[in-house]
C-alpha cells in the first residue's frame, strides 16, 4: 500500500443502533476508540501539499494533526487543531466533512477518504484544550452574541490579552449550536463543556442582556468597552413564497427545532404526518426530530 501499513481499509464511525436511536435523542455517532483513531490515522498517506487542508473552511493542518495522533501524541494534535479551529469537540461532530476536508482528500478517489471528522472528535474528547489564559493588556471588549461567530472572537480575542465580556439575550449560551442543533448531533454537555473551557480562559458571559432594545452598542462604548462585536447571526428564518404558509400546523424548521431544544412544548403540535420542504442538514435535522417525537 502507498502508505506502507497495509491497510488502506476506511474505519468507519460506530452509531447507535436505528431501531434503538430512533426512540431517542441520545448522540448517534459514538466515536472512535483510542485503537480505532490509531488505525485510522496511520491511513493518512501524508501528502506533500495536502488537499484536505484546502478543503478545509478552517483550514486546520490536517495531515499535522493526524500525524500526531498516528505517533500517539493526542495533545500535539488538539494543539494543531486550535490554532485554526478553536472548538474541535463541536466540529468534530457537526462540521460538513464530505463536502469540505473529506472530499478533497486523495483517498476519495477510491471512495475511502480518511475519516477526517471522527479523528478530530477523537483529539478533542481525549486530550485537554493546549490554550491558556493570559495576562491582560488593559482593553476591553464586548461581544453581542454567543454562537459561533461571537465564541470564537471572544476565544481569540482572549488569547491575545484583552479583557472579554459576551452578551446574549438568551437564558443560556451557545446561540445556534445549543438550540438550533439536535441533541442526537450535538449534545448539551459538549457545548457547556465548551462553554466551561471559555470561562476558564477569563471570559464573562452575561445572560438575558438585550442589546439593541434595552441598551445600545453606544451605551456599551460609553461604558468603559473599547470595542464591540456584534456577531447576532440570523435571528428570523425566511419563509417560502406559498400558498397556505399562514396555516395553522406549518412552522419553518429552525423554528421547531429550537422549540424543541427549549422544551416549548405548545410551540409543537403534534401530528402522525410531517411534511419537511427541503433536503438540506436543517430539513434532515427537522425530518429526525419529528421520527423520534412519533411522526
Do not use: W
Amino acid at each position: 500500500m502507498p502508505n506502507g501499513n497495509g491497510n488502506n481499509f476506511r474505519i468507519e464511525t460506530p452509531v447507535l443502533n436505528p431501531k434503538k436511536r430512533v426512540h431517542n435523542f441520545k448522540e448517534v455517532e459514538l466515536g472512535f476508540s483510542k485503537e480505532q483513531a490509531l488505525k485510522e490515522a496511520v491511513r493518512c498517506l501524508q501528502c506533500p501539499e495536502p488537499s484536505c487542508v484546502e478543503g478545509c473552511a478552517a483550514r486546520i493542518q490536517i495531515r499535522d494533526f493526524i500525524k500526531a495522533l498516528a505517533e500517539e501524541k493526542g495533545e500535539d494534535a488538539v494543539r494543531i487543531i486550535e490554532e485554526t479551529n478553536y472548538f474541535p469537540k463541536i466540529c468534530g461532530r457537526i462540521c460538513q466533512q464530505e463536502f469540505q476536508c473529506e472530499g478533497a482528500c486523495i483517498l476519495a478517489k477510491q471512495g475511502k477518504p480518511i475519516n477526517i471528522r471522527a479523528l478530530e472528535k477523537f483529539a478533542g474528547d481525549s486530550f485537554k484544550t493546549s490554550l491558556k489564559k493570559q495576562a491582560l493588556n488593559g482593553k476591553k471588549i464586548a461581544i453581542v452574541g454567543s454562537g459561533p461567530s461571537g465564541l470564537t472572537v471572544a476565544l481569540e480575542l482572549s488569547q491575545l490579552g484583552y479583557n472579554v465580556r459576551v452578551f446574549d439575550s438568551s437564558k443560556a449560551m451557545g446561540g445556534v449550536i445549543k438550540y438550533g442543533v439536535p441533541e442526537f448531533r450535538l449534545p448539551k454537555k459538549v457545548v457547556e463543556q465548551e462553554l466551561k473551557k471559555i470561562k476558564k480562559l477569563g471570559v464573562k458571559f452575561e445572560r438575558k442582556q438585550f442589546i439593541g432594545s434595552e441598551n445600545s452598542v453606544i451605551d456599551l462604548l460609553h461604558d468603559g468597552f473599547d470595542a464591540v462585536f456584534v456577531g447576532t447571526g440570523v435571528g428570523e428564518a425566511k419563509m417560502l413564497e406559498m400558498p397556505g404558509k399562514q396555516l395553522s400546523g406549518i412552522i419553518p424548521a429552525v423554528n421547531f427545532l429550537i422549540a424543541k431544544n427549549l422544551h416549548e412544548k405548545n410551540m409543537i403540535e403534534k401530528g402522525d404526518k410531517v411534511l419537511v420542504i427541503g433536503a438540506g442538514f436543517v430539513g434532515m435535522d427537522a425530518a429526525r426530530t419529528a421520527l423520534r417525537l412519533g411522526a
